[in-house]
């Protein structure tokens, strides 16, 4: 964005109106930086609804129409896991910066053929692992970085939870378009974990167990554990089950010097009146850290949205790119591949 305009709002197109849509809508209106200038729905009734919640808009139900239009600089892509290359590639063909939710692609061809296209068009690829924002998961990496726990050798991301919402359609519950249930919410444990033993190098191979509680459907699978190994030797375990109740995620790091165990419990995922704790052991005493803000997927939308206008009008970093957002579908690629041969595979972030 020119000099000129750096007081001029960023202007979003949000592509996609369900229930995480609107969280996305409600997040744009929130940003000071920010204008909610043209929305693309499924459907009339949701462009109905999107009319109504949002009268300034202009609302379409063609994708396309919306990407075209030349009075937008970025565009926020909300829709179904099958959809994302298609409405990604319009808005990068049109020339527009794009924010998209995660997982980036169903797999890695698809995600190095947006990370090209954005690179050919000279378009911002943001992908929605807004976990890496949150004041507590933030502060987690924050203190690794400094040294605080020394070298880290272990990482261990949980959640135990209820189970996931249908989705628009039931599209969530269709394997065909959700690609499978490991791109679904553990691809954010694993960029966290990639993030946090990032001086380690590079994961290498995973090894990994699944198993469905649905007799009917042994794809949608609610347990699953895995278990990471980095250059030089550190490894991550991550872990989740869908057939527990509420919402309890868990990290905790280990390294040469000391640990961190960080804690967060909501009655729901979406909730704004979480409990949270951050806990650190320098090798001699074990305090309580401080938290400066609520942490929350909510919290860190409105963050995301803010980073990508200062990314858009002062070129500041990315909190997570385009590069980022393959290596978690890498992981859960190799993670998918394990719980299928009972074997370790290895981690690929390029088509071989």
């Not at 300034?56 to 063609?62: E, F, L």
């Not at 309580?288 to 949205?305: A, N, S």
Request: proline share 4%; with cysteine.
């Amino acid at each position: 964005m020119s000099a000129e305009n750096q007081d001029a709002p960023v202007k979003f197109g949000l592509v996609g109106f369900g229930a995480w849509g609107q969280h996305h809508a409600d997040a744009i209106t929130k940003c000071g930086q920010a204008s909610l200038t043209a929305i693309a729905t499924h459907s009339e009734a949701s462009a109905k609804a999107a009319q109504a919640a949002y009268p300034d808009a202009w609302v379409t139900t063609d994708f396309r129409e919306l990407a075209s239009r030349d009075d937008l600089d970025v565009v926020d892509v909300v829709v179904p896991s099958d959809l994302h290359l298609d409405v990604a590639t319009a808005v990068l063909e049109s020339n527009k910066h794009l924010l998209l939710e995660k997982p980036m692609g169903l797999d890695v061809s698809q995600c190095t053929s947006m990370i090209e296209l954005a690179e050919s068009r000279d378009r911002l690829l943001c992908v929605g692992h807004e976990l890496r924002l949150s004041s507590m998961w933030g502060k987690v990496k924050s203190m690794i970085d400094d040294g605080f726990i020394g070298d880290p050798r272990y990482c261990l991301v949980e959640l135990s939870r209820n189970p996931y919402r249908q989705g628009s359609g039931g599209w969530r519950y269709d394997i065909n378009r959700v690609g499978n249930w490991i791109l679904e919410e553990p691809i954010h444990f694993f960029d966290l974990a990639r993030w946090y033993l990032q001086s380690a190098g590079d994961p290498q191979t995973i090894y990994a167990n699944a198993s469905s509680r649905q007799v009917d459907h042994p794809e949608l699978q609610d347990n699953f554990s895995a278990i990471m190994r980095f250059d030089g030797g550190p490894y991550a375990v991550i872990s989740q089950t869908l057939a527990a109740f509420e919402h309890h995620q868990t990290v905790k790091v280990t390294g040469t010097k000391g640990a961190l165990w960080a804690s967060w419990s909501g009655a729901m995922d979406r909730t704004r009146h979480p409990t949270f704790q951050l806990r650190a052991f320098d090798g001699n005493e074990v305090v309580t850290v401080p938290i400066d803000k609520p942490t929350g997927e909510l919290f860190e939308l409105e963050d995301q949205i803010e980073r990508v206008c200062q990314a858009i009008v002062h070129d500041t970093p990315l909190h997570c790119t385009g590069m980022d957002g393959r290596w978690s579908v890498a992981m859960c690629q190799a993670a998918a591949e394990s719980v299928e041969t009972g074997a370790p595979a290895k981690v690929q972030t390029r088509c071989e």
